[in-house]
């Protein structure tokens, strides 16, 4: 019979397969135990039998006689017939059914695959389930896949993890379950446990307290991300007097900066209060005395920031950002920028404060030391995005440094046959799982 160009019914797109039925029973399980009783057994097996010596016909009188004794298998057999001897889709389809219904985990499979081929994807998941409890690896795979895209199902990457985890450790292939350190809800736990003890600084230089208020709005923002912040004012270094002409306000609650402290730092914000469209002098001796960590290295990588305070408006931030980039980039940090798109800046009638470079409060002479409320907003943003920034760049190393962990491992296990490549299915178990310890802390990679 011709192969049809289209399939009849419902939308189900035709197998695109030529295979034989040999073919297609290769992968059948001949040890499975859905048949109802030995005569059944005996007459799907003199069926196989013709179906070798490629005397279809025949092959089909056995199957047909064992599906009358509600043989699964025969029914396996007579769907495989009509889809690749004589091709009949509604018989071919009939017979899947009735085969995955009375248990035939490789029929479930199919019909798993006819529901999802024809966007039923309810139905899908209720086939592909039914296989995957009964130990189908490819049932296991494709219900990772479902809820790991959210294909028809609600996006749920701990069931996606567990399903890739089942048809992992099922493998045969005792790698996985062999490497503790990518159990996935391990690999969550110490994924979690690093981003949780990632560690920002603030670091200010303030005499009126006008950039100390905008500090304290920048911290809860990264608060709010989860990670840790420690907050550290530059030492001044005027005289009394000058200190006190200047309305100086002691913050003795807020430690002094060292070089050595910033070592610890996953990432630096600094306070810059704007003194002739540059940053105070104080700030830039700390700066200039960094220049001892230049060999080590140890700035390099780090992210970093600026928030900035002045008396006019269109006075000295960006004179004041310029020059202060070259510190920083001299020691290879990356700067990060208030992002527009999320302060809400460009889009706004009035005028607001700050920049492309970062939030900035405006001195006011009635309120001197209060910023708008839009500012603090803007603060707090900006320390939101600081802290997205720094754990994006820090779950990705993780998650690289995992990948690369389990390449290691698999060149020193020689597993013969295996060419020290991660395969497809562990980097799925990394990725769920990573990917669901991020969502544990509401971190967004849309951003
Ligand atoms: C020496 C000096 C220079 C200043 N230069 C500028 C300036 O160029 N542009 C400006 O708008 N404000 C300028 N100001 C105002 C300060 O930027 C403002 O007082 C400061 O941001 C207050 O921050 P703080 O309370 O955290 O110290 C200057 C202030 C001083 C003391």
């Given at each position: 019979m011709?192969?049809?160009?289209?399939?009849?019914?419902?939308?189900?797109?035709?197998?695109?397969?030529?295979?034989?039925?040999?073919?297609l029973?290769?992968?059948?399980?001949?040890?499975?135990?859905?048949?109802?009783?030995?005569?059944?057994?005996?007459?799907?097996?003199?069926?196989?039998?013709?179906?070798?010596?490629?005397?279809?016909?025949?092959?089909?009188?056995?199957?047909?006689?064992?599906?009358?004794?509600?043989?699964?298998?025969?029914?396996?057999?007579?769907a495989?017939?009509?889809r690749?001897?004589?091709?009949?889709?509604?018989?071919?389809?009939?017979?899947f059914?009735?085969?995955?219904?009375?248990?035939?985990?490789?029929?479930?499979?199919?019909?798993g695959d006819?529901?999802?081929?024809?966007?039923?994807?309810?139905?899908?998941?209720?086939?592909?389930?039914?296989?995957?409890?009964?130990?189908?690896?490819?049932?296991?795979?494709?219900?990772?896949?479902?809820?790991?895209?959210?294909?028809?199902?609600?996006?749920?990457?701990?069931?996606?993890?567990?399903?890739?985890?089942?048809?992992?450790?099922?493998?045969?292939?005792?790698?996985?379950?062999?490497?503790?350190?990518?159990?996935?809800?391990?690999?969550?736990?110490?994924?979690?446990k690093?981003?949780?003890?990632?560690?920002?600084?603030?670091?200010?230089?303030?005499?009126?307290?006008?950039?100390?208020?905008?500090?304290?709005?920048?911290?809860?923002?990264?608060?709010?991300?989860?990670v840790?912040?420690?907050?550290?004012?530059?030492?001044?270094?005027?005289?009394?007097?000058?200190?006190?002409?200047?309305?100086?306000?002691?913050?003795?609650?807020?430690?002094?900066?060292?070089?050595?402290?910033?070592?610890?730092?996953?990432?630096?914000?600094?306070?810059?209060?704007?003194?002739?469209?540059?940053?105070p002098?104080?700030?830039?001796?700390?700066?200039?005395?960094?220049?001892?960590?230049?060999?080590?290295?140890?700035?390099?990588?780090k992210?970093t920031?600026m928030?900035?305070?002045?008396?006019?408006?269109?006075?000295?931030?960006?004179?004041?950002?310029?020059?202060?980039?070259?510190?920083?980039?001299?020691?290879?940090?990356?700067?990060?920028?208030?992002?527009?798109?999320?302060?809400?800046?460009h889009d706004?009638?009035e005028?607001?404060?700050?920049?492309?470079?970062?939030?900035?409060?405006?001195?006011?002479?009635?309120?001197?030391?209060?910023?708008?409320?839009?500012?603090?907003?803007?603060?707090?943003?900006?320390?939101?995005?600081?802290?997205?920034?720094v754990?994006?760049?820090?779950?990705?190393?993780?998650?690289?440094?995992?990948?690369?962990?389990?390449g290691?491992?698999?060149?020193?296990?020689?597993?013969?046959?295996?060419?020290g490549?991660?395969?497809?299915?562990?980097?799925?178990?990394?990725?769920?799982?990573?990917?669901?310890?991020?969502?544990?802390?509401?971190?967004?990679?849309?951003?």
């Open positions: 011709q192969k049809p160009n289209a399939y009849d019914t419902i939308t189900i797109k035709p197998h695109e397969d030529t295979n034989s039925i040999l073919q029973l290769e992968n059948v399980d001949i040890n499975d135990l859905t048949y109802q009783d030995e005569e059944s057994q005996d007459l799907v097996e003199l069926g196989d039998e013709f179906s070798f010596k490629k005397e279809y016909q025949q092959a089909k009188f056995w199957w047909e006689k064992a599906a009358g004794k509600g043989s699964a298998r025969a029914y396996l057999r007579l495989y017939y009509y690749s001897v004589e091709w009949d889709y509604n018989k071919s389809v009939e017979n059914k009735v085969a995955a219904k009375a248990g035939n985990v490789k029929a479930q499979c199919h019909v006819l529901c999802y081929a024809s966007s039923n994807y309810k139905m899908a998941v209720e086939w592909f389930e039914r296989a995957a409890e009964a130990g189908s690896r490819y049932a296991q795979q494709k219900l990772g896949d479902i809820y790991y895209k959210g294909i028809g199902v609600e996006k749920d990457l701990k069931v996606a993890a567990e399903w890739y985890y089942k048809h992992a450790s099922k493998q045969g292939d005792k790698r996985i379950r062999r490497s503790n350190s990518i159990r996935s809800d391990q690999v969550i736990y110490k994924a979690s690093k981003i949780t003890s990632l560690l920002i600084y603030i670091i200010f230089y303030s005499l009126s307290d006008q950039i100390y208020t905008l500090a304290k709005e920048v911290r809860q923002g990264l608060e709010s991300q989860g840790k912040v420690k907050m550290f004012q530059i030492p001044d270094t005027f005289s009394k007097n000058i200190s006190s002409h200047m309305n100086a306000r002691s913050k003795k609650d807020i430690p002094l900066v060292t070089v050595n402290d910033l070592k610890l730092a996953d990432g630096i914000i600094w306070g810059v209060p704007i003194r002739f469209g540059s940053m002098v104080q700030i830039k001796a700390f700066l200039d005395d960094t220049s001892r960590l230049w060999k080590s290295k140890s700035l390099a990588g992210f920031g928030f900035f305070s002045n008396t006019n408006q269109h006075d000295g931030q960006e004179t004041t950002a310029f020059t202060a980039l070259a510190n920083f980039y001299r020691h290879g940090m990356l700067y990060v920028p208030l992002i527009l798109a999320d302060s809400g800046l706004k009638l005028a607001l404060s700050g920049s492309i470079y970062g939030p900035r409060t405006i001195e006011n002479d009635q309120n001197a030391h209060e910023p708008t409320r839009e500012e603090l907003k803007i603060a707090r943003q900006h320390g939101e995005t600081f802290a997205k920034v754990k994006t760049y820090h779950w990705g190393a993780y998650y690289e440094k995992e990948i690369s962990s389990l290691a491992q698999e060149n020193n296990s020689k597993v013969s046959g295996h060419n490549r991660i395969s497809d299915t562990e980097r799925k178990v990394l990725l769920s799982a990573l990917e669901l310890g991020s969502s544990n802390f509401s971190f967004n990679f849309n951003m």
